[in-house]
């Protein structure tokens, strides 16, 4: 509630109305009902308007199109820059754009960024009988790793992997998700994958004794102290801005943005809202309920991330194009 006093106080101090139409902020979903992002934003919607001058109605609505693409475009070029449109892309748009995805029509950085309500944690996990139990091996001899797809960012980061460190992961793709993939992993069609997110995957891991390879995370996670972080691996400077580079998404992770142009008071406002309901106790207790992981992030730090990550440029802007190049073998 101080966080809301505080909102109002803000705008009442400088002679302005609610950062939105007191009525409704609709908050669009870049993907359909019943995934990760959807899940996420329908709770985050019941709990949110409370925190907003007005208290005014969240109303989701999903917006699939195009990995996200759809949403993303249609938030930088179309919807109202008043603050009563909110949205959620996917995490690995920022790093698209920036590579230069002609299906980006948008420019991540001139987003306002809200907040995280999470991020992802992946880890790169083989089999115990693979042979393959540290990067080095990895190097060394061909480790065969499902992928849910060619363009997703799970294969995107491992092609990187082999280009910046050397390591031979031949990637397999088709897979529906990630549950299909741990499925081929425990059947020994294939050796290991990074669809695992440390939060939600520890028990599988652990279980079944994987071998843990490497975080890609920014930071180490709870738990994975001991492990080296992706970045960690690169063995000089270039090498570990390229891999912060590409490693950046996972700490972006599930975030809300704002049309750009939205007047600083409102993002303020916004942000002071998203903060208050990343504190609240019945928030967090409808995420218990609903096993959801929370990593919640502060809107002008996730700013400031995606501001330093669409900063890659020259040689390095070059090289990290020719890494994220997915060989056309990719089954």
């Known amino acids: 509630m101080r966080r ?65 693409y759809k949403l993303a475009n249609e938030l930088y070029n179309v919807l109202p820059k008043d603050g009563s449109a909110l949205g959620m892309i996917g995490e690995s748009l920022v790093i698209q754009q920036v590579l230069g995805d002609p299906a980006a029509k948008f420019e991540a950085g001139k987003f306002a960024w809200i907040g995280r309500i999470a991020d992802s944690d992946p880890v790169m996990v083989t089999r115990p009988d693979s042979g393959i139990a540290s990067v080095e091996d990895a190097r060394l001899k061909e480790t065969i790793v499902g992928v849910p797809g060619a363009g997703s960012a799970t294969a995107l980061i491992a092609t990187v992997v082999n280009g910046v460190l050397g390591t031979r992961f031949k990637l397999i793709s088709g897979y529906d998700g990630s549950a299909q993939i741990k499925l081929a992993v425990e059947r020994g069609e294939v050796q290991g994958t990074s669809s695992t997110l440390w939060p939600f995957d520890e028990p599988w891991v652990r279980a079944n004794k994987m071998n843990i390879l490497y975080q890609t995370t920014l930071e180490p996670v709870a738990g994975l102290e001991t492990t080296p972080t992706v970045v960690s691996l690169g063995r000089n400077a270039e090498e570990k801005t390229l891999l912060r580079f590409f490693a950046a998404y996972t700490t972006i992770g599930r975030s809300i943005i704002a049309p750009p142009g939205l007047p600083p008071d409102r993002i303020a406002v916004l942000r002071a809202a998203f903060d208050a309901t990343m504190a609240d106790r019945a928030f967090i ?18 700013q400031a991330l995606v501001e330093q990550t669409a900063g890659l440029q020259g040689p390095l802007l070059e090289k990290a194009k020719v890494m994220a190049a997915i060989p056309d073998g990719t089954k």
């Open 285 to 302: 207790a409808d995420a218990q309920k609903q096993n959801l992981y929370l990593s919640a992030m502060a809107g002008d730090k996730v």
């Open 4 to 68: 809301l006093a505080h909102a109002a106080a803000l705008l009442a101090g400088l002679g302005l109305a609610a950062p939105a139409p007191a009525e409704t902020i609709t908050l669009y979903i870049g993907y359909g009902p019943g995934g990760g992002y959807d899940v996420y934003c329908r709770l985050l919607a019941v709990h949110l308007g409370r925190h907003l001058p007005g208290n005014p109605a969240i109303v989701p609505r999903n917006e699939p199109g195009a990995g996200s």
